[in-house]
Antibody, heavy 124, light 110 residues
């Protein structure tokens, strides 16, 4: 069964740092874009960051750019999110997800097909 | 600032049909925006519902369908059931490596 399991969440003071991890199993990891999505309490989903299969291309939401860093270790089937200078508005459940491409007529068609169950980050 | 828009809430009668939409403040949604849909029940992680080629994810009932109608992406539920009552999100690719989720639609079946 394809599975992503996040870890590393917890309670941290404002201005502090935290590193989230996501371990994949039962799925192909190293040929897929991967990403992080978060959900603040009672709010909707917010895309946070993506990383390409080789780990050399990264994209970030404006809300986290310059503070968060996404990375991966394909040998360990692992995805990471280093979060620095944390703020109260970063309080959320953080989900990792795998992006899959179903090209149509030579055009890329990505969607997030596998999601983890999430890890909770609380910034006090 | 680009915004992805969804109806905050909708209701449908059991057995009825409802269409949820996903729009882009900067213009029309096209297949190049890779619209996809996700379902989230309370306390659970989201799950993939409709992919960016309007194909249902594995195990998703065929009463769910995706399309682009006019200038918006659409998720249609035909023959709604009680356990369809939950939150639905779309996500769009808005360019330059950036993705944006809509605010979500809370669907009530009553």
């Amino acid at each position: 069964e394809a599975q992503l399991v996040e870890s590393g969440g917890g309670l941290v003071q404002s201005g502090g740092s935290l590193r989230l991890s996501c371990l994949g199993s039962g799925l192909t990891f190293d040929t897929h874009w991967m990403g992080w999505v978060r959900q603040a309490p009672g709010k909707g989903l917010e895309w946070v960051a993506n990383i390409n299969p080789d780990g050399n291309t990264r994209f970030y939401a404006d809300s986290v750019k310059g503070r968060f860093t996404i990375s991966r270790d394909n040998a360990r089937n692992s995805l990471y999110l280093q979060m620095n200078s944390l703020r109260g508005e970063d309080t959320a459940v953080y989900y990792c997800g795998r992006w899959t491409n179903k090209p149509v007529g030579g055009s890329n068609r990505y969607y997030m097909d596998v999601w983890g169950k999430g890890t909770t980050v609380i910034v006090s | 600032q680009t915004v992805v828009t969804q109806e905050p809430s909708l209701s449908v009668s059991p057995g009825g049909t409802v269409t949820l939409t996903c729009g882009l403040s900067s213009g029309s949604v096209s297949s190049d925006n890779c619209p996809s849909w996700y379902q989230q029940t309370p306390g659970q992680a989201p799950r993939s519902l409709i992919d960016s080629t309007n194909t249902r994810a594995s195990g998703v009932p065929d009463r769910f369908s995706g399309s682009i109608v006019g200038n918006r992406a659409a998720l249609t539920i035909t023959g709604a059931q009680a356990d369809d009552e939950c939150d639905y999100y779309c996500v769009l690719y808005v360019g330059s490596g950036i993705w944006m989720f809509g605010g979500g639609t809370k669907l009530t079946v009553l």
